[in-house]
């Protein structure tokens, strides 16, 4: 069974502060992604990563970064919090087999961060 | 740019009723399609997927989906409805070149008794 596996669950913040939310993932593959959930507008890509040591940016990487630095684990660090980005965070990891990446998600199941 | 457009943000439907939640997706070249599902308080778990082929594709618990090309939807479907399909329902879109996978903004379903 595939494994995403997010920490902390919940985490309240203060304005400037810094978070780092981490995912750990089992299933040994390549693509991880991290996404936030807002009412309205459904899960947006932040940051995702092809493999170890790399990261790229998605749909709305401002005010945060990501760190691969191993197979299993995909960090999403905010260095200075803001109340804007109070949200659900979920990680995933990508289905990729002989090659070709099919698509499919494995999703963890989310950090809410609170940032006051 | 790719991009999914669900519609409808709410669907209520009467238990034992046909279902039918709407997805547009934009993407220039062609388009791997997905429906997710995601109970509350969990994270989101995969329906169906569509590749190639027949364009009609089978899912868990009796859903299924049509891709139409002509038209850029990718409609999901289920004959008769139970209360315990009552969750948020996401379409997504993969890019094949980049791998980013976008999704829709979500439609919240309610099965009424």
């Known amino acids: 069974e595939a494994a995403v596996t997010q920490s902390p669950r919940n985490k309240v913040a203060v304005t400037g502060g810094k978070v780092t939310l981490s995912c750990n993932q089992t299933?040994?593959?390549?693509?991880m992604y991290w996404y936030r959930q807002d009412t309205g507008h459904g899960l947006r890509l932040i940051h995702y990563?092809?493999?170890?040591?790399?990261?790229e940016k998605g749909d709305i990487p401002d005010g945060y970064k990501a760190s691969r630095p191993s197979q299993e684990n995909f960090s999403l660090i905010l260095e200075l919090a803001t109340p804007s980005q109070t949200s659900v965070y979920f990680c995933?990891?990508?289905?990729?087999?002989?090659?070709?990446?099919?698509?499919?998600?494995?999703f963890g199941e989310g950090s809410k961060l609170t940032v006051l | 740019a790719q991009s999914v457009t669900q519609p409808d943000a709410r669907v209520t439907v009467s238990e034992g009723a046909s279902l039918q939640l709407r997805c547009k997706y934009s993407?220039?070249?062609?388009?791997?399609l997905f429906w997710y599902v995601q109970y509350p308080r969990q994270g989101l778990q995969l329906l169906l997927k569509?590749?190639?082929?027949?364009?009609v594709v089978q899912g868990v618990n009796g859903f299924e989906a049509e891709f139409i090309k002509s038209n850029s939807s990718f409609h999901l479907r289920k004959a008769s409805v139970h209360w315990s399909d009552s969750a948020v329902y996401f379409c997504?879109?993969?890019?094949?070149?980049?791998?980013?996978?976008?999704f829709g903004a979500g439609t919240k379903l309610t099965i009424k008794p």
């Open positions: 990563s092809y493999g170890a040591g790399s990261t």
């Open positions: 569509y590749y190639s082929g027949d364009p």
């Open positions: 995933a990891s990508g289905d990729v087999r002989r090659g070709v990446n099919t698509g499919q998600l494995y």
């Open positions: 299933n040994n593959h390549n693509n």
């Open positions: 993407y220039s070249g062609t388009p791997y």
């Open positions: 997504a879109v993969r890019n094949y070149g980049n791998e980013k996978i976008t």
